[in-house]
């Protein structure tokens, strides 16, 4: 475990609430368990694997932070994460989609992961190659000016010194150095140069599954090599052409099988895996049609919650210890409409609270990524700066808490389209504004949005 990992649940919690207004419980939940990670890894030996993840059903209606607090909790732990809608099993039966594909999905991810660490690692080293074989692409006229170095004469004004062998050659240290400097001052950076680069990734061909779905197969390794890495020559930018260089360069310095136990280990010891809207695969027992296939789908799901062993093309992944945090509105189905083997895999239940007006005006504020904060550094790029008052806040708090109201309640995703629409004229316009301070007050919110909020025909289309 990482000493981020490491953090004590007040620690977890305090991280999160630089991200996420209120839901506290749902906060004390995840870091508890995140915290029993870490404390599951310093017990014995033969208690270690008897100690299972208690998974967390989060229950409350959408855009109330849900899967933000999962998403934050996993770049925390620096866990593989990834989120899968439950509904989607359902969309052509519960046999035409095979749930283990998560699992698949989870160690792709941790590969890229894994593999973009270790490339961090070497990243020096690897720039220096790629600069180095980046400089060869370029013409010597682009190098060295358009003087042609045909002869020894020529070359010999060029610092070119005869070696032993009577061949010109070039002081090869300070013209290499010169070069590099050039490049990094991004003298070479629009030259157009043709590289030649790894193609393609190895043929992969689908098949079913024992269990319904389906899978890919890599052919590469089935018919033992036939199918040599790809080589694809193409002309790019300089600066396109050594970052693609680099990273060719970074990928021979990792250990490719070494990245790839890593990434194993992390998908069954540290995954994380989000469902969400699993109240839509909540059917009643014994009923038939689409009830049918959200049970099979709960049954299914049933012995990777378990704990089961899952083939993926990179090898076999157990499943017991990957942490499952699943969400859902539960607005019509309730936790009790699960099979009772499912419900009893996440004995954590927490209930997460719906968004008042107040708690608008907190998230427009209070976190480091707030929606404030983004308008106001995406507009300043166009030396456009805005400059929110704290009774616009308010007004714009109070606008999306009234449409969620007399609407669907989508949470804070309501600002998100209140405050498009607020900033429409001055997104589009910013270009042409030069350089400018524009100043939302209340009365610039009321003017804005005032009669579409008020309109409710209106503002179900645009807000």
Do not use: C
């Not at 994460?81 to 698949?104: L, N, Q």
């Not at 300089?238 to 099988?257: G, N, P, Q, Y």
């Amino acid at each position: 475990m990482t000493a981020v990992a490491a953090l004590t649940p007040r620690e977890i919690v305090s991280e999160l609430d630089r991200y996420i207004v209120g839901q506290k419980k749902a906060k004390r939940a995840v870091a508890i368990a995140l915290r029993n990670r870490w404390r599951r890894q310093q017990v014995s030996d033969d208690l270690r694997d008897e100690i299972l993840p208690k998974n967390i059903l989060m229950i409350g209606p959408t855009g109330v932070g849900k899967t933000e607090i999962a998403r934050r909790l996993a770049r925390l732990a620096r866990a593989p994460f990834i989120k899968v809608e439950a509904s989607k099993f359902t969309e052509v039966g519960y046999v035409g989609r095979d749930v283990e594909s998560m699992i698949r999905d989870l160690v792709d991810f941790a590969i890229e992961m894994v593999r973009q660490e270790e490339q961090d690692k070497v990243r020096t080293r690897a720039r220096e190659a790629a600069e180095d074989r980046a400089l060869k692409l370029l013409p010597s006229d682009v190098k060295f000016g358009k003087a042609a170095f045909d002869d020894l004469e020529r070359a010999a004004e060029s610092g070119f010194v005869p070696g032993a062998d009577g061949v010109a050659t070039r002081r090869v240290s300070s013209e290499t150095e010169d070069l590099r400097r050039r490049l990094r001052a991004g003298e070479f950076d629009d030259v157009e140069v043709e590289v030649e680069t790894s193609g393609g990734a190895n043929p992969f061909m689908q098949v079913f599954s024992p269990r319904g779905g389906m899978e890919e197969m890599d052919l590469s390794s089935m018919l033992g090599g036939m199918f040599p890495p790809k080589k694809s020559r193409k002309k790019l930018k300089f600066k396109d052409a050594l970052r693609v260089l680099e990273d060719e360069e970074a990928d021979k310095m990792i250990d490719s099988d070494a990245v790839l136990a890593e990434a194993l280990r992390r998908s069954e010891q540290d995954g994380i895996i989000f469902l969400d809207e699993v109240d839509k695969i909540a059917g009643k027992h014994g009923g038939s049609g689409p009830d049918v296939s959200r049970e099979g789908v709960q049954r299914d799901l049933l012995p990777i919650v378990e704990g089961s062993q899952v083939r993926t093309k990179h090898g076999v992944v157990r499943t017991d210890h990957i942490l499952f945090i699943a969400a859902g509105a539960f607005h019509i189905a309730k936790p009790s409409d699960l099979i009772p083997e499912l419900q009893g895999r996440f004995p954590i239940r927490v209930e997460l609270e719906s968004l008042t007006e107040h708690d608008f005006v907190r998230i427009l504020t209070e976190p480091r990524n707030s929606l404030v904060k983004q308008y106001t550094a995406m507009l300043a790029t166009e030396k456009v700066h805005l400059r929110f008052t704290a009774d616009a806040i308010a007004e714009l708090a109070r606008i999306a808490a009234q449409v969620n109201e007399n609407l669907e309640n989508i949470g804070a995703r309501r600002l998100h389209t209140v405050l498009e629409r607020l900033l429409d004229e001055i997104s589009f316009k910013a270009p042409e504004m030069q350089e400018s301070e524009v100043v939302i007050d209340r009365a610039y919110v009321q003017m804005g949005l005032g009669d579409i909020a008020q309109d409710a025909d209106l503002s179900r289309y645009i807000l």
